[in-house]
């Protein structure tokens, strides 16, 4: 309740003082003076540490690394590290978030080499340091460095010429493991070469790199021309551009034409979503967009479902295919461990 009247107070104090309206506003100047936290910029510097803070009415303003950051101080409080609110070993906060007060703000912050402390009207005392509050404040996240993707088409990637990964090197190393992650982040496909066609050696390669998903599919789905299925994947003919499982709850991605009645939205966006369809899928046929790949037995195509769409022509012959989907999490947690920014 505090915090908004003093709010109130201010913004009156602006408008007497717009207006001309001089004694009043001296008055309330004096008010506010006893209620209102210091804004000057405190600079503290030494040999190692260069850092100022500036204390605002609900944050703090702090300029550390060459950054300027902004932390709410409620953010500050429920973030603290210390034992009786953190614990260390499961890295999970003992603090009720709950509890903390909506208009706190700190009654005193000094600098102690590299640790900003602050201190609570309670006295409860919180410590963190500057290169924490860096990689943790939403303006160090901008600066993040992630694994870099490319935004590319047939010409670019046919010139970069992507080696593809050999299958037993893969198994057998985390360089070529890391390898074969990069070009997935890099260009969201990557093939495996020299893989053993069976089910079971590819059921194992998948295993290497990511927890296999589990689904009304199976583990491993396997399958020739059959059209007694009644799905067209399972058909000799043409699939269109599209990513799977898009009736799931949780989706690989997006499908153009294996999709529901539309029965969702009414007439008069059904229309404008016909006219943004035509724009996609325009795009999407555009030659230039496509890459087309001959699979051979032995060679393993690996495809980001968020990324990258896919499809085939028409066929003629006997055809062999397995497969299987991985849990993106846990494709992304490989690369992190190998020292990937995913």
Not at 137 to 146: A, P, R, T
């Amino acid at each position: 309740m505090w915090c908004h009247k003093l709010l109130h107070l201010q913004s009156r104090l602006q408008n007497l003082m717009k207006r001309g309206d001089i004694g009043q506003a001296l008055h309330l100047s004096n008010f506010k003076s006893l209620f209102s936290l210091s804004t000057h910029w405190r600079h503290t510097s030494s040999k190692s540490v260069n850092c100022t803070w500036l204390q605002h009415e609900d944050h703090l303003e702090l300029q550390y690394a060459n950054a300027v950051m902004r932390f709410d101080y409620v953010w500050l409080r429920d973030h603290c590290r210390s034992a009786s609110c953190y614990n260390s070993k499961t890295h999970q906060r003992s603090l009720d978030t709950a509890s903390v007060d909506l208009c706190i703000k700190p009654k005193t912050i000094r600098l102690n080499e590299s640790t900003l402390i602050f201190t609570w009207p309670d006295g409860h005392v919180t410590r963190y340091d500057l290169d924490w509050l860096v990689k943790n404040s939403y303006e160090g996240q901008k600066l993040k460095v992630i694994q870099p993707r490319i935004l590319w088409n047939a010409e670019l990637y046919q010139q970069a010429q992507v080696p593809a990964i050999d299958f037993q090197s893969l198994l057998e190393t985390n360089d070529e493991l890391k390898k074969f992650l990069q070009n997935l982040l890099l260009y969201g496909i990557a093939f495996v070469e020299n893989v053993p066609p069976t089910q079971e050696h590819t059921e194992k390669l998948a295993e290497r790199i990511s927890l296999i998903r589990e689904t009304i599919y199976g583990r491993m789905w396997y399958f020739t021309s059959d059209f007694s299925r009644g799905d067209t994947a399972y058909t000799k003919l043409a699939l269109d551009r599209h990513t799977d499982t898009t009736y799931f709850q949780e989706p690989c991605g997006y499908n153009n034409y294996d999709r529901a009645v539309i029965n969702t939205v009414p007439y008069d966006v059904v229309h404008r979503w016909y006219t943004a369809h035509r724009t996609l899928t325009t795009e999407l046929r555009r030659p230039e967009n496509e890459l087309w790949v001959k699979l051979k037995p032995g060679k393993v195509l690996f495809i980001d479902n968020w990324r990258i769409l896919h499809g085939r022509e028409s066929f003629t012959g006997y055809r062999q295919l397995c497969g299987c989907y991985l849990t993106r999490d846990d494709v992304l947690n490989t690369a992190r461990l190998l020292g990937l920014h995913a």
